[in-house]
């Protein structure tokens, strides 16, 4: 399948994404890992993009919600430092620090996301865990989201500011490549998608991308208890990635 969306290094990153149709939304369960980080205007963070627009310039449409490791210190803003997002529920802290994270070998720690547009009015809300709503984006903040979206990706991303000379070592997930597997490699699992009739289904026309697989990679498989599923992430900067 030709790849149509342009990502740029000093960014990489190990997504998976749907291809162009009407979407109303998404769900996946992340792992949560706590990466390492080289130099302190990177980041590293897991989340879905819900996505309409213009990938050649500025005239793209995203929402965007998982966990990351410095908030976008440097890098934008991020939480509810922009404005639109209109936040209904005063027990979830957005941009706090989510407890505990997973570690190699042992207890593997997932969060639980879903992004969804109202039929009604169309704002699009978001709920955390057991369907624990969060808050919404107001219709008038978009454009072309304004009717629906038309890719979603999954994944993660970093900056790789080549501080010095070298591929960054800030880690992606939980810093180890895919064919680590369970307990070592950071996983989505039970990838969906939202459809006209806000019904939720199994995401099956799915591709990856990742842009240096020598650094972060990315593979996607299918069971009947994690559904449609990928392993992504690994170490940065190593002999393989300079």
């Not at 996946?28 to 050649?56: K, M, R």
């Not at 070998?105 to 009604?120: A, F, G, H, R, V």
């Not at 955390?128 to 990706?153: I, R, S």
Request: glycine fraction near 10%; charged fraction near 15%.
């Amino acid at each position: 399948m030709a790849m149509s969306i342009q990502h740029f290094s000093p960014i990489p990153h190990a997504i998976a994404y749907t291809g162009a149709q009407e979407v109303y939304g998404a769900k996946a369960t992340i792992n949560v890992w706590d990466p390492s980080i080289q130099v302190v205007n990177e980041f590293s963070l897991s989340q879905i993009w819900i996505l309409s627009g213009s990938f050649d310039g500025s005239d793209l449409n995203s929402i965007e919600a998982g966990w990351q490791t410095d908030s976008y210190q440097a890098t934008g803003c991020y939480n509810l430092l922009c404005s639109g997002f209109v936040q209904t529920n005063s027990r979830i802290a957005i941009g706090a620090a989510i407890s505990p994270a997973s570690s190699v070998s042992e207890n593997q720690y997932d969060i639980t996301i879903l992004i969804w547009k109202d039929p009604k009015l169309g704002n699009w809300w978001m709920s955390f865990g057991d369907n624990t709503l969060v808050g919404y984006w107001p219709a008038e903040l978009f454009k072309h989201l304004a009717n629906h979206a038309t890719m979603v990706e999954w994944g993660g991303e970093v900056v790789n500011t080549r501080a010095n000379g070298e591929h960054t070592s800030t880690q992606m997930g939980s810093g180890h490549f895919v064919d680590d597997g369970f307990g070592k490699a950071s996983y989505f699992r039970n990838l969906e998608i939202v459809g006209a009739d806000n019904s939720l289904s199994s995401v099956h026309d799915m591709s990856t991308l990742a842009e240096n697989t020598n650094c972060y990679n990315i593979k996607s498989s299918y069971n009947n208890l994690w559904g449609t599923y990928f392993y992504y992430g690994g170490p940065g900067n190593n002999p393989q990635c300079r």
